[in-house]
Structure formats: C-alpha cells, structure tokens
C-alpha cells in the first residue's frame, strides 16, 4: 500500500500518540506534533481517508481515532523508529541472567522473569530444543549400590539426565565401560536419531554386552527423547490485568490459551526470523485475536535453538519492545553457546 509522506506522517503521529496516551487521537493533537504545518481541517479529511483504507478506526463518532491491526502492520513494517536498549536495562537484563548462566532451564526462567518485568506484559521462553543438535558426551554418576544416572548433553546447550536401575551392583569400573562404549557410539550423531529402532540395532551390535547395558540404554532413549521437546517459561501473566485495551474477557482468553503449552510452543516455534511481530489476527489464534506476540529466535553455538516472546494488548512501544527482546535473545544465545563450548 502506497501512502503519500503527508498520510505517513499522520498516521505514525496517530499510533504515537495512541501508544503514549491510551486515548483516541484528535486532529488538533496531531497538528501540534506534526514537523510541518497543516490546518485541522485537512487533517480531518486526511484521517477519513486512512479510515477508509483500513488503517485507522473511530471507536465513537465524535471520538478521535485509534489504528486497526492494518494500521499497525504498516506502522511497524515501513514507518516505526527502534528505540535503542539503554546502558541501564542492558544492565538489568545482564544481572537477571548472569546468576543462572551456567543452568539451561534456570537461565530461561530469569529470561521469562526479566522480559516481565521490562515489558509489563506476559513473557514466555523456551528451552533450547535439541531437535537439530548432535550429542556432545554421555557421562553417568553412580547414585547407589544398584542405580546411576546418565547425563546426555547436545550442543544446543541441553543437558538432561536420568536414574536407571540395575539388577546387579554397579562398579566404576562398569561405569567405564558404559562411558567408554556410548559414548564411541553416540557423540556426533543427531540427538534425534536416537530411536527406539537405533537403540534396538545398538543392543544387537552389543552381543552379551546388550544385557549388562540393557538399563543404560533404555535410559539414554528416554533423555534423548525428552532433550527433543523444549519446555515452556511463563511469567507476568497477571500483568495483562492491567490493560484497559483487553476486557476480563479478553485476559481469560490469552491465560487459556497461556495454558495450553503445545499450542504456544507451536506457535512460537514456527516463527523461524529472528524476531517477528504478530498482530491480532495473524497469530490465526482466536485467543489471541486482540492482542500482539512479538517473538525473538535464539541461536546456540550457530544453530536455532529456542525462543522468547511477550504477549499484550496491540497497543505496545513496539520500537522499544523489539529493541529490548533482540538484546535479550541475543544474550542468551551467547551465554548458552559459551556453556557448550566449556562442556
């Protein structure tokens, strides 16, 4: 859609000020902070236009106007100005995620909490999936006489572990042995080769050893299973309550749909840019057909790992949001991506 400057101008001066004040835009505000000068009257005409193509909407018919989903999607993808991150929040993200920077899931949570506190909205994050990751090692702690614990870590920064149980007393030495022989077998390969079929086909490849081993194989297919699905992080639900914007209604809608954690991850999985606005109706969620997702991808060590996002009403300083989530997601990509690289 070709708009002339002078529509331009007055339509980023509408969603300006809408954004700052909450409140349906009148002709006169918009002369005042126009850079060029324009009578009331031409403005009024100018607003009917914009009305016309979809762009602004008139909640009364006295009232000013306020921009439609369309008039966002336009402002964001042609007219907004990014507000850079200040010293101070980098600061203030920087201490939230420090403390937990050598934990995966415990990393994402302060992410989820800091996006929240930032942003006054909902935030989610997710773990680092390890869906197109290789396995890095598989280590084992023995936890008592009969039971041990495999460790399966990826190079999306993943480590997960489980307890298995052995019908015979564990020694250090058949730990070794355990180390010695998966992980001559496993590094290397794509954590999602490790099937059910992979590791029957593995056992058969052990000969007699397939028995002693039977319990620590079992074990490494179901982290390797569980290191492929990315856990969800919620925080600052409770935030969205504030928002005159969205109805009681409106609120129950998102925390149900906040609830349903493979839908949400679906939908922020399938965001594959960098960092992507969704506004109303474009998530094709009915439950969030009133308000805005803005998604950031992470990357670990390269590869895409996992993602952020704050979701809340269309009304938002997406200038300031964008700028706030890409310093965040990229934090975190290089702290997950230092963890690998030490492991």
Same mark, same amino acid.
């Given at each position: +859609?070709?708009?002339?400057?002078?529509?331009?101008? #007055?339509?980023?001066?509408?969603?300006?000020? /809408?954004?700052?004040?909450?409140?349906?835009?009148?002709?006169?505000?918009?002369?005042?902070?126009?850079?060029?000068?324009?009578?009331?009257?031409?403005?009024?005409?100018?607003?009917?236009?914009?009305?016309?193509?979809?762009?602004?909407?008139?909640?009364?018919?006295?009232?000013?106007?306020?921009?439609?989903? =369309?008039?966002?999607?336009?402002?964001?993808?042609?007219?907004? =100005?990014?507000?850079?991150? %200040?010293?101070?929040?980098?600061?203030? #993200?920087?201490?939230?995620? @420090?403390?937990? !920077?050598?934990?995966?899931?415990?990393?994402?949570?302060?992410?989820?909490?800091?996006?929240?506190?930032?942003?006054? *909205?909902?935030?989610?994050?997710?773990?680092?999936?390890? %869906?197109?990751?290789?396995?890095?090692?598989?280590? *084992?702690?023995?936890?008592?006489?009969?039971? !041990?614990?495999? #460790?399966?870590?990826?190079?999306?920064?993943?480590? =997960?572990?489980?307890?298995?149980?052995?019908?015979?007393?564990?020694?250090?030495? #058949?730990?070794?042995? *355990?180390?010695?022989? @998966?992980?001559?077998?496993?590094?290397?390969?794509?954590?999602?080769?490790?099937?059910?079929?992979?590791?029957?086909?593995?056992?058969?490849?052990?000969?007699? +050893?397939?028995?002693?081993?039977?319990?620590?194989?079992?074990?490494?297919?179901?982290?390797?299973?569980?290191?492929?699905?990315?856990?969800?992080?919620?925080?600052?639900?409770?935030?969205?309550?504030? /928002?005159?914007?969205?109805?009681?209604?409106?609120?129950?809608?998102?925390?149900? *749909?906040? %609830?349903?954690?493979?839908?949400?991850?679906?939908?922020?999985?399938?965001?594959?840019?960098?960092?992507?606005?969704?506004?109303?109706?474009?998530?094709?969620?009915?439950?969030?057909?009133?308000?805005?997702?803005?998604?950031?991808? /992470?990357?670990?060590?390269?590869?895409?790992?996992?993602?952020?996002?704050?979701?809340?009403?269309?009304?938002?300083?997406?200038?300031?949001?964008?700028?706030?989530?890409? /310093?965040?997601?990229?934090?975190?990509?290089?702290?997950?991506?230092?963890? +690998?690289?030490?492991?």
């Amino acid at each position: +859609m070709q708009l002339s400057t002078r529509k331009q101008k #007055i339509l980023k001066a509408v969603i300006d000020l /809408y954004v700052a004040a909450g409140e349906p835009v009148g002709s006169k505000a918009i002369c005042d902070t126009l850079d060029f000068s324009v009578s009331s009257a031409t403005v009024r005409n100018e607003l009917s236009e914009l009305s016309e193509l979809g762009l602004l909407e008139q909640p009364h018919t006295s009232a000013g106007r306020v921009p439609s989903q =369309k008039g966002y999607r336009l402002y964001i993808d042609t007219l907004m =100005k990014r507000t850079p991150i %200040s010293g101070e929040e980098q600061r203030y #993200i920087d201490s939230m995620l @420090l403390p937990s !920077a050598y934990d995966p899931e415990r990393l994402m949570d302060g992410v989820a909490r800091a996006l929240a506190g930032m942003t006054r *909205f909902a935030a989610v994050s997710t773990t680092p999936s390890s %869906s197109t990751a290789d396995i890095r090692a598989v280590q *084992f702690v023995q936890t008592s006489r009969r039971t !041990a614990m495999v #460790i399966l870590m990826t190079s999306a920064g993943t480590m =997960k572990s489980r307890v298995f149980h052995c019908d015979y007393d564990i020694t250090p030495e #058949i730990l070794r042995v *355990f180390f010695r022989v @998966l992980n001559e077998k496993l590094v290397g390969l794509p954590v999602s080769a490790v099937t059910p079929a992979f590791i029957q086909s593995l056992a058969a490849s052990l000969g007699e +050893m397939s028995m002693l081993m039977s319990s620590a194989l079992m074990a490494v297919l179901d982290v390797a299973q569980s290191s492929m699905q990315a856990e969800i992080c919620l925080d600052g639900e409770m935030n969205l309550l504030y /928002y005159r914007e969205l109805s009681q209604s409106d609120v129950c809608r998102i925390m149900n *749909f906040l %609830s349903r954690p493979q839908e949400l991850s679906r939908l922020l999985m399938q965001q594959m840019n960098s960092i992507r606005v969704l506004i109303g109706r474009e998530t094709n969620q009915p439950e969030l057909s009133e308000s805005s997702v803005v998604v950031s991808r /992470y990357s670990v060590g390269g590869k895409d790992a996992g993602a952020i996002a704050i979701i809340g009403p269309t009304r938002m300083n997406y200038g300031k949001i964008i700028s706030n989530i890409e /310093y965040l997601s990229g934090s975190v990509g290089r702290m997950l991506t230092e963890l +690998m690289d030490t492991e």
